[in-house]
Nanobody, 125 residues
Framework: QVQLVESGGGLVQAGGSLRLSCAAS????????MGWFRQAPGKEREFVAA????????YYANSVKGRFTISRDNAKNTVYLQMNSLKPEDTAVYYC??????????????????WGQGTQVTVSS
């Protein structure tokens, strides 16, 4: 089992920045690709970003490309999501997830095995 705990959400004005963290415990963190997903009210959960187990490759949804950066520190068992130039449409609950794979990270939430409880991000206009 892997336990994931997100933190760093909050209320920010449009154009501002937040950094989300996701701390993992339970098994060897470097065995997992890690992803961030989000779910806005009344919408389906969607892919935001993913990073390979080694940290060597990362992928982004088109809607966040150039504004968000995913990174990980395997020594600290933590994955981060740096969010800059935030827009009201980024408002959502953000979830981190772990994929038991050492291949290329998936953008499909069904491929992820463990999920955090989510952290709310609200961007005011």
């Amino acid at each position: 089992q892997v336990q994931l705990v997100e933190s760093g959400g909050g209320l920010v004005q449009a154009g501002g920045s937040l950094r989300l963290s996701c701390a993992a415990s339970g098994r060897t963190f470097s065995n997992y690709n890690m992803g961030w997903f989000r779910q806005a009210p009344g919408k389906e959960r969607e892919f935001v970003a993913a990073i390979r187990w080694s940290g060597g490759s990362s992928y982004y949804a088109n809607s966040v490309k150039g504004r968000f950066t995913i990174s990980r520190d395997n020594a600290k068992n933590t994955v981060y999501l740096q969010m800059n130039s935030l827009k009201p449409e980024d408002t959502a609950v953000y979830y981190c997830a772990a994929e038991v794979s050492r291949g290329w990270p998936s953008q499909n939430e069904d491929e992820y095995d463990y999920w955090g409880q989510g952290t709310q991000v609200t961007v005011s206009s």
